[in-house]
């Protein structure tokens, strides 16, 4: 599987960016995804997950009422709407793929597949 990042850029404070994560193969309806972070200097750390029916999702605290995680398996693309944007959203943005046919994850390692990123700039 391979995980292509879109959508990133500049936007200031208080603004909106929606992140796109388009997936090679027919297999992505039957992975979960999630979003991840990582600012500089800063360990990777989880943003949001989706099963892979959709049904059930998961936030950081950090994000929570702030960004919505959803999917689309027909056009085998996840997204990452960010509303309300902050200074400290500021990092580069991945998304990743779980195949484990389990609840979802926050952990790092339960997921196989990665995109390369997309970088967020929140400016004040």
């Known amino acids: 599987v391979q995980l292509v990042e879109s959508g990133g850029g500049l936007v200031q404070a208080g603004g909106s960016l929606r992140l796109s994560c388009a997936a090679s193969?027919?297999?992505?309806?039957?992975?979960?995804m999630g979003w991840f972070r990582q600012a500089p200097g800063k360990e990777r750390e989880f943003v949001a997950t989706?099963?892979?029916?959709?049904?059930?999702?998961y936030y950081a605290d950090s994000v929570k009422g702030r960004f919505t995680i959803s999917r689309d398996n027909a056009k085998n693309t996840a997204y990452l709407q960010m509303n309300s944007l902050k200074l400290e959203d500021t990092a580069v943005y991945y998304c990743?793929?779980?195949?484990?046919?389990?609840?979802?994850?926050?952990?790092?390692?339960?997921?196989?597949?990665w995109g390369q990123g997309t970088q967020v700039t929140v400016s004040s």
């Open positions: 989706i099963s892979w029916s959709g049904g059930n999702t």
């Open positions: 193969g027919r297999t992505f309806s039957s992975y979960g």
């Open positions: 990743a793929a779980d195949r484990r046919l389990g609840p979802v994850s926050i952990v790092r390692s339960d997921y196989d597949y």
